[in-house]
């Protein structure tokens, strides 16, 4: 599908559907903000599908009930437990014996030192929406209402520190050795 076709399928599912996915999103969630920001998710979502059609039915027609499950799980995923995750990296490498335990306490303490150091090196905005998300304990749906800000800026901002963190750590790990 060229990507001229698929922004055609979007306007028109723009055209005709956008107050109904509104709607849909609203009876979800109860607050217009978090609706109208679940319906622009349920968009970016559809650009990046490679074939937009199952979004077609019966010729030209829009598959309605696909729309709806999109958004449904858009706001399950928006709402789910997201403040439990946490940042835990990757190690590779299996340390036995005394490499194992070094004179700081161990590869846990080592471990903690280099997350922090990689958090000091972050942008000033990414590491403070971090610690306001760890240490008020929101969600991202519950970070966008008490911030204001997109639920897609906070996740891409998470996305990028969990990856710059790891790749960090994973990093003085292997200096380490």
Not at 115 to 124: F, G, T
Not at 130 to 141: A, D, G, K, L, Q
Request: net charge negative; hydrophobic share 35%; glycine share 4%.
């Amino acid at each position: 599908m060229t990507a001229k076709e698929k922004n055609d399928i979007i306007s028109h599912l723009y055209n005709t559907q956008h107050k109904w996915l509104i709607a849909c999103a609203f009876n979800l969630t109860k607050n217009n903000d978090a609706a109208e920001e679940l319906v622009q998710n349920l968009y970016v979502q559809l650009l990046g599908m490679d074939d937009l059609s199952k979004i077609i039915y019966q010729g030209d027609s829009l598959n309605q009930y696909y729309l709806y499950k999109i958004i449904k799980s858009l706001f399950v995923k928006s709402t789910k437990g997201e403040s439990t995750s946490t940042i835990t990296p990757i190690i590779e490498d299996t340390y036995e014996g005394d490499s194992f335990m070094d004179d700081d306490g161990g590869i846990e303490h080592r471990v903690n030192g280099y997350i922090n150091d990689a958090l000091q090196r972050l942008p000033w905005f990414d590491r403070e929406l971090w610690n306001t998300y760890c240490r008020e304990n929101h969600s991202i749906m519950s970070l966008h209402q008490a911030t204001k800000i997109s639920t897609s800026t906070i996740w891409s901002s998470q996305q990028k520190l969990k990856s710059f963190v790891k790749t960090h750590v994973q990093i003085k790990l292997k200096t380490d050795e």
